[in-house]
């Protein structure tokens, strides 16, 4: 008769696990900035530029991601899905920085931002459709900040809290790699 522990190879407990650390702290630090980001354009009034919305996108990523992550790694998922799964994140936010950085750059005119949103006001339409467009359209240009603390815009904050999380999300996948 063969006992439950017998039957059971050994089992490391989920929460040492280097994967599930990492991807925990990512998704939960994407979670708290986009939930601060909505706290300042719904509830401060502070409109997000063009480029403030293509920002986002990491975290809209990095969010169901990293719980996909976090529930593979609790689940006992293969190393490699979970080394996978760690390097998108490290990746995806570590572009976020790149993103980030350009925009502060374009904020502080170190270099010209899209023309969509920091270039000259071009083809303006006919002069009936130029009245009705200006009641419904608010431009916010990426090359004015609208808030800063300390010296730094949100795109700099951004910058900051990207390279964070790239970094847990490399050391989780360092971590992994090496078990």
């Known amino acids: 008769?063969?006992?439950q522990s017998a039957a059971i190879p050994a089992f490391k407990p989920a929460a040492t696990s280097p994967a599930l650390t990492a991807a925990l702290l990512v998704t939960l630090i994407a979670a708290a900035t986009i939930a601060g980001a909505w706290f300042f354009q719904l509830v401060l009034g502070?409109?997000?530029c063009p480029l403030?919305?293509?920002?986002?996108?990491a975290y809209y990523l990095a969010i169901p991601l990293g719980a996909l992550v976090v529930l593979a790694a609790r689940g006992g998922a293969p190393r490699p899905l979970l080394l996978a799964g760690l390097a998108i994140l490290a990746l995806a936010t570590l572009a976020n920085a790149g993103l980030g950085t350009y925009h502060s750059g374009v904020e502080w005119g170190l270099w010209k931002g899209p023309t969509d949103c920091s270039g000259p006001v071009v083809n303006l339409g006919s002069a009936?459709?130029?009245?009705?467009k200006l009641d419904?359209?608010?431009v916010v240009r990426c090359d004015e900040v609208?808030?800063?603390?300390?010296g730094l815009s949100l795109a700099g904050y951004n910058v900051l809290i990207s390279l964070l999380m790239a970094a847990i999300a490399a050391w989780g996948f360092a971590a992994t790699a090496k078990r």
């Open 46 to 48: 502070i409109v997000p």
């Open 136 to 138: 419904t359209v608010k």
């Open 146 to 150: 609208q808030w800063r603390f300390l």
């Open 1 to 3: 008769m063969t006992t």
């Open 52 to 57: 403030c919305l293509e920002q986002r996108y």
């Open 128 to 132: 009936a459709d130029l009245l009705s």
